[in-house]
C-alpha cells in the first residue's frame, strides 16, 4: 500500500520538497505552552499515547526536557526538524545546526510511541558520542539509550538493543544482523526485529554507501598468494600492455599485454579460465588500486580506504581474490580467506525497517534517490541564523601545476592573516603532497586522513582556532562541530573578525553534493566564513568525464576565465553523478530480487528456529522413521534434532544460492553480447533456482534425519558449522558493476582472439 501511495504521490506532488506549514503552526502553539511546562515536576508522560506525539504540548515537553537535562532550549527550526522526523521525512538541516539533538528528540518521540529506535550513524565514534551525549535527556523523559562499537561484546549489544534508542554505525548494525542470521538458539539472537531506522548523515548512509555489501564470511583455507602474478605485473606497462577505460574503472589486456602474459606463463589463456581470473585479479591490483588512495598498509596489513568517506576501513576488505592480490602486490603473505555464507546491502538493511526517517546537511541533492529507494522525502528545515558564508566562484587552471602553485599561495596569504584554513583534499595521497608542500613552505599544517582516525574528532574541534591549517580528505560525515576559536569567546570574535573559517576543496568532488558537505563546514550558525574550490584541466574530474570537452585557453599565469569554463566543470560533474547514480540503479536492480529472496528464507528460518516448522516437515515427510524415533529417544530429543538438521541446510543452501547467484551475474554479461537482457537473463535463472533451494533444503534434510542418530551430536555426523567467521564490508561490490565490468573486457578481448584464430 505504501508503495502505491508513493507512485500516486510522484505524479500528484508538486515539486521540492514537504510543506512546513502545519509543523510551523504546532511549533508555534508549542511556544505559547512553554512556561506551564517548565512548572511542572516531572516531565515523564504519565502513559504512552501514541497520538500524543507531535503535538504542541509534546514539543513544549521534549524542549523543556532538553533546557533542564542538557542547558540547551531547541530552536523553533529544530522542532519542525523533529515534526518533520516524526513523520518520516529526511530533513535537510545544514551543519552546526544541532542535527544530534533534533534526532534525540525525534527518536525520543518514536520510543514514547512504544517503538524500538536504531539511530544509525557513520562511525562507531559518533554512536557512542551521540548515546552518551544525548543520555540525560533520554533519561529526562524516562526513556533509555545504549550504543554498540566494534568492540562490543555480544552480551553488550544484547543489552544495548533492549534500550528504546540505540546507536550504532550502520556496518555494526548489519553485522549483528547477519550474525543472528546463524544462530541456532532463539537464546542466542542478538537484534531484535527492526522497527524504527533514524539515519544521521542520511545522504551517506543511504545514496553513497547504499550499494556497499555487509558479508558474512566463514573460515575456510587460506587463500592462494599470487607472488608470481604480482611480479609479472610489474614488468607490464600502461598503453603497451593493458590500457585503462576513459573513466579509469576498467583495465584490459591489450592483444600485446596478453601475448607476453601467455608466454610468461606458459599457458594459453583462452583455454585457462581460471588463470584468466588470477591475471585479471593481478591487473586490477596493479593499475587500478593505488596504496594510499585505494588502501594503505599497516601493521604489515592492507587496509581499505573507503572511497566515499576517505577513512580507513577496519575489517574491510575486497573479494578474496582481490584482497589476495594485492596482499601479493604488496609482497604481504595472503591473508585468511573465506566463503561468504550470506550478505546484504546497507540499502536492504534499512528497508527492512517499516519506518525510517534521516536527517543530513545535504539531502535535496539526493532527494530523487531517497524517494526511488527508500519512499522517504525531503523536508528542508531553515537555518536558525541566515547562513552570511561567502562562497567564491571556482578557481580554474589550465595545468594541475599552476593549480598548486596558485593553491599554495592562496593558503599562505590567508594563513598570514591568522585565519583558519580547512583544506579539503579528494585523497589520503593528496593531503600527504599537500602537507609536505605546505611544510616546506615553513607552514605547520595538521593533517585528518586515515592514518590518524582516532584524532580526528579533537582536530577538527580545533579547527577554527586562529592560525589553524587543517588538511582533510572529506568532510562528509565526520560528524564534529566546527566552532570559532574552539569555544573561547575572546578568539572566536578575533576569528570571526578576520572573516572565519575558511575552506578551500583543492578539486570539485565527484557530486556537488560532497562539495557542499565540505564548504557546509564554513559559516554554521550564522557565522562568517567562506570557500572556494580549485580545479584544474587536468583534474581526473574533467579528464575522464568530458575527455572531449578541453577547457578554453589560459592566460598567461595559467588561469582559466569565463563562463564557459565553469559551465564544463559543472558538467563533468553532472555526468559524474549520472554515471554513479547509473551504477547505484543497476546495482539495486540485480540485488532487488536477492534481498527479497533473502527476506522470504529468512521468514521460514525463522519459523524453524522459533516454532516446529522443521520438526512437522520432517514427520510429514518421513512420517515412520519419525514414530520410531520419538518412541526410542522422546520427542523432545527429536524435535531439537529437526530444527538443527533442517537449520543446517537451509543455511547451507542458501550459502550455495548465493555462490550460484554470484556467478551468474558475473557471466550473465556475456549474453548481452546475444542480445539478450542481461537482467532478464538473471532473473530467468534466479527464480527457478530459488525454488528448486528449498527442494532441495527439503531433500538434504530428510536423507540426515532419514540416517542421522539423534542421540548423538549432529556436527559429527555431517552438519559442521563454520567454526570461525567474520564480516566485512565490500567496497568492489562482487554483484555491481565494476567488477563484473573488468571480467567483461578481459573475456571480449579472449573472444575476439579465439574467433580470429578460429
Ligand atoms: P550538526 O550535526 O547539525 O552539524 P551538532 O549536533 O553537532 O550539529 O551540533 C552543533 C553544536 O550546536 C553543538 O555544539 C551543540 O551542542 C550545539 N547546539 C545544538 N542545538 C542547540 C541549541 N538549541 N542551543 C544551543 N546550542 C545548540
Ligand atoms: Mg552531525
New binding site residues.
Given amino acids: 500500500m505504501a508503495r502505491v501511495g508513493a507512485w500516486i504521490r510522484r505524479f500528484l506532488d508538486k515539486p521540492g520538497s514537504v510543506d512546513l506549514a502545519p509543523f510551523q503552526r504546532i511549533v508555534a502553539e508549542a511556544g505559547k505552552l512553554e512556561d506551564e511546562v517548565a512548572r511542572r515536576a516531572d516531565l515523564r508522560p504519565a502513559r504512552l499515547d501514541p497520538a500524543w506525539v507531535g503535538t504542541a504540548e509534546f514539543c513544549a515537553v521534549v524542549r523543556e526536557a532538553a533546557r533542564r537535562s542538557l542547558g540547551?532550549?531547541?530552536?523553533d527550526v529544530?522542532l519542525v526538524g523533529v515534526l518533520a522526523m516524526l513523520d518520516g521525512h529526511a530533513v535537510q538541516?545544514?551543519?552546526?545546526?544541532?542535527?544530534?539533538?533534533v534526532g534525540a528528540l525525534t527518536a525520543a518521540g518514536y520510543a514514547l510511541r512504544g517503538s524500538r529506535v536504531h539511530a544509525v550513524s557513520v562511525n562507531d565514534y559518533l554512536a557512542r558520542r551521540d548515546s552518551e551525549w544525548m543520555t540525560p535527556l533520554y533519561e529526562e523523559l524516562g526513556l533509555t539509550t545504549g550504543w554498540i562499537t566494534e568492540d562490543s561484546a555480544p552480551e553488550a549489544r544484547r543489552e544495548a538493543y533492549k534500550r528504546d534508542v540505540t546507536y550504532a554505525a550502520v556496518s555494526e548494525l548489519g553485522f549483528d544482523v547477519l550474525r543472528d542470521r546463524l544462530r541456532t538458539d532463539p537464546a542466542e539472537l542478538v537484534v531484535p526485529s527492526p522497527q524504527v531506522a533514524l539515519v544521521d548523515e542520511a545522504d551517506s548512509v543511504l545514496v553513497d554507501e547504499a550499494r556497499v555489501p555487509l558479508v558474512l564470511a566463514g573460515a575456510a583455507d587460506p587463500g592462494t598468494a599470487l607472488p608470481e602474478m604480482a611480479a609479472l605485473m610489474r614488468r607490464l606497462s600502461r598503453g603497451y600492455h593493458y590500457t585503462l577505460d576513459e573513466e579509469g574503472r576498467n583495465v584490459f589486456l591489450t592483444p600485446k599485454g596478453t601475448d607476453t602474459v601467455e608466454k610468461a606463463l606458459g599457458i594459453d589463456l583462452y583455454e585457462h579460465p581460471h588463470a584468466v581470473t588470477q591475471v585479471n585479479l593481478a591487473l586490477h591490483a596493479h593499475a587500478l588500486l593505488t596504496r594510499d588512495v585505494d588502501y594503505i598498509v599497516r601493521d604489515g596489513r592492507v587496509h581499505l580506504v573507503s572511497a566515499s568517506r576517505g577513512r580507513v576501513a577496519i575489517l574491510q576488505r575486497w573479494p578474496d581474490g582481490l584482497q589476495a592480490a594485492v596482499e601479493a602486490k604488496e609482497r604481504l603473505p595472503a591473508s585468511e580467506t573465506g566463503e561468504i555464507l550470506d550478505s546484504l546491502t546497507i540499502q536492504g538493511l534499512i528497508r527492512s525497517y517499516p519506518e525510517i526517517c534521516g536527517m543530513t546537511?545535504t539531502a535535496v541533492a539526493v532527494g530523487d534517490q531517497l524517494r526511488e529507494f527508500y519512499d522517504l522525502r525531503v523536508a528542508v528545515i531553515p537555518p536558525n541564523r541566515p547562513c552570511v558564508r561567502i562562497d567564491e566562484p571556482d578557481r580554474i587552471y589550465a595545468t594541475a601545476e599552476d593549480k598548486q602553485s596558485a593553491l599554495l599561495e592562496e593558503i599562505a596569504a590567508q594563513h598570514a592573516t591568522g585565519r583558519p584554513i580547512l583544506v579539503g583534499t579528494l585523497d589520503v595521497a593528496e593531503s600527504e603532497e599537500l602537507d609536505e608542500a605546505l611544510r616546506a613552505r615553513g607552514l605547520s599544517p595538521v593533517v585528518l586522513n586515515a592514518k590518524n582516525d582516532a584524532e580526528e574528532a579533537a582536530i577538527i574541534a580545533r579547527a577554527g582556532t586562529r592560525g589553524a591549517i587543517t588538511v582533510s580528505t572529506q568532510m562528509a560525515g565526520r560528524?564534529t562541530?566546527i566552532?570559532l576559536g574552539a569555544g573561547d569567546p575572546e578568539q572566536e570574535k578575533e576569528v570571526a573578525a578576520l572573516g572565519g573559517l575558511y575552506v578551500i576543496g583543492t578539486g570539485r568532488h565527484e557530486s556537488s553534493r560532497l562539495d557542499d558537505q565540505l564548504r557546509g563546514r564554513a559559516g554554521?550558525?550564522g557565522d562568517p566564513g567562506g570557500s572556494v574550490f580549485f580545479v584544474s584541466g587536468e583534474d581526473a574530474l574533467l579528464t575522464a568525464y568530458i575527455p572531449e570537452e578541453p577547457l578554453p585557453a589560459a592566460d598567461a599565469g595559467g588561469v582559466v576565465r569565463g563562463a564557459h569554463a565553469a559551465e564544463l566543470v559543472a558538467h563533468a560533474q553532472r555526468i559524474a553523478e549520472g554515471v554513479n547514480l547509473e551504477i547505484h540503479r543497476n546495482t539495486w536492480r540485480y540485488t532487488r530480487l536477492l534481498e527479497r529472496q533473502r527476506a522470504q528464507i529468512l521468514e521460514q528460518r525463522e519459523r524453524v528456529l522459533h516454532g516446529d516448522a522443521g520438526a512437522e516437515a520432517l514427520r510429514q515427510a518421513c512420517p515412520d522413521r519419525y514414530r520410531e524415533l520419538v518412541e526410542s529417544a522422546g520427542a523432545e530429543v527429536v524435535e531439537a534434532a529437526a530444527r538443527q538438521i533442517v537449520l543446517f541446510h537451509l543455511d547451507r543452501c542458501w550459502t550455495e544460492h548465493l555462490g550460484f547467484l554470484s556467478d551468474l551475474r558475473e557471466g550473465i554479461h556475456l549474453r548481452a553480447l546475444g542480445r539478450l537482457n542481461p537482467l532478464d537473463e538473471f532473473n530467468k535463472e534466479a527464480v527457478p533456482a530459488y525454488r528448486a533451494l528449498l527442494d532441495e533444503v527439503e531433500r538434504r534434510s530428510k536423507e540426515t534425519f532419514e540416517k542421522a542418530d539423534v542421540t548423538r551430536d549432529l556436527a559429527e555426523q555431517g552438519l559442521k558449522r563454520p567454526t570461525a567467521t567474520w564480516t566485512y564490508l565490500v567496497q568492489d561490490n562482487p554483484f555491481g558493476s565494476d567488477w563484473d565490468r573488468i571480467l567483461k573486457h578481459v573475456s571480449n578481448v579472449l573472444k575476439g582472439r579465439g574467433r580470429r584464430r578460429g
Fill in positions: 540547551q532550549r531547541p530552536f529544530q538541516m545544514a551543519t552546526g545546526e544541532g542535527k544530534t539533538l546537511g560528524g562541530d566552532r554554521r550558525q
